[in-house]
């Protein structure tokens, strides 16, 4: 009787430890896509990260698409998200580099990972000991190096002299700062170039119009313009525009929207540099997936590759690519 019981004893065991590996192996990861925005760019990422979730197997939620840019509104809904308790990994794009890090340290801390996209927190350097070193990585563009090299282009658009001017959008955002940045670097190389001006218009289309017709009342020499992001380079083409200084002022843009293309091909713009955003979601998700199934070690930083639009170039078949649509 007591052997009898002590195999069926084993028999369960064996049984529940069986059914416990089948259930092991059919929990899926799941990810969560927490965007900052709702804009062109911010989309691309998101499908980029449907299509490789789609390709890996792994369930994937979706947060709404904010309708402006703020730490305020962004942290009740990475909180939100954090509190359904089936996340694995959080992938997003920091809406400050100061103020999103308690909140995404307190989102670690509760057992998900996180990829940041696009922007960083801190200083962008997750692999010296911090207190934002704990996102498994950054992955987007190399900013800086873009404004390096949007400055050399304009420069050469311009003769390499004359007054330029800085439309952008946040002070605190990484990328921005960033392009800003390397855009005055870059300038630095032309003495006969001078920047008159930045102006930030917190992503109001309608406020960077504003500001860049107001240089251009305080400035009338401008000879070129630097639109930092989507919002930016709206507002400040169609300044230019209204004020009958098209093909006079240049302007040099970031992001290859549809419509900015556009302006482009109608000579309203002259330069946009185009990012990969569906390459930053595909990579978010493919190293996490690598983490979590392989261990991997995630690289702390990703950039991948950017691409300039002019107006010889821009109906070209290898082109098209990199249009945000």
Same mark, same amino acid.
């Given at each position: 009787m007591k052997k009898s019981i002590i195999a069926l004893l084993l028999v369960s065991v064996m049984v529940f430890m069986m059914v416990a590996g089948v259930s092991a192996q059919e929990k899926k990861l799941k990810f969560a896509w927490c965007p900052t925005i709702e804009d062109p760019f911010y989309r691309m990422i998101g499908k980029g990260i449907a299509d490789k979730c789609n390709e890996l197997g792994i369930d994937l939620f979706v947060t709404e698409y904010l309708k402006s840019w703020g730490a305020e509104i962004q942290v009740p809904v990475l909180e939100a998200t954090a509190a359904r308790g089936d996340i694995d990994l959080l992938i997003t794009g920091p809406a400050a580099k100061d103020s999103l890090i308690a909140p995404l340290k307190k989102i670690y801390d509760s057992g998900i990972e996180v990829i940041t996209v696009d922007t960083y927190i801190g @200083? +962008? @350097?997750y692999s010296k000991e911090s207190n934002y070193s704990f996102p498994l990585s950054f992955i987007g563009t190399d900013n800086f190096q873009g404004g390096v090299e949007v400055a050399h282009h304009l420069a $050469?658009? !311009? +003769? #390499? #002299? +004359?007054?330029?001017? !800085? $439309?952008?959008?946040?002070?605190?955002v990484s990328s921005v700062v960033e392009r800003v940045e390397g855009f005055k670097k870059g300038v630095s190389d032309y003495p006969g170039i001078t920047v008159v001006g930045v102006e930030y218009n917190l992503d109001n289309q309608e406020k960077a119009q504003q500001q860049t017709a107001a240089a251009l009342q305080a400035n009338p020499d401008i000879v070129g313009v630097f639109g930092t992001n989507l919002f930016s380079a709206r507002g400040a083409y169609q300044a230019v525009v209204n004020a009958g200084l098209t093909g006079a002022v240049k302007i040099a843009t970031w992001d290859a929207t549809v419509d900015l293309i556009n302006a482009l091909k109608e000579g309203q713009v002259d330069l946009i540099l185009a990012q990969n955003p569906y390459a930053m979601g595909q990579l978010a998700v493919e190293w996490g997936y690598k983490y979590f199934t392989e261990k991997a070690e995630v690289p702390k930083k990703l950039n991948p590759e950017f691409f300039f639009f002019t107006k010889e170039n821009v109906n070209l078949p290898e082109s098209q690519k990199y249009i945000y649509q």
């Open positions: @200083d +962008g @350097d $050469e658009m !311009i +003769g #390499k #002299k +004359g007054k330029v001017f !800085i $439309e952008t959008t946040n002070p605190d």
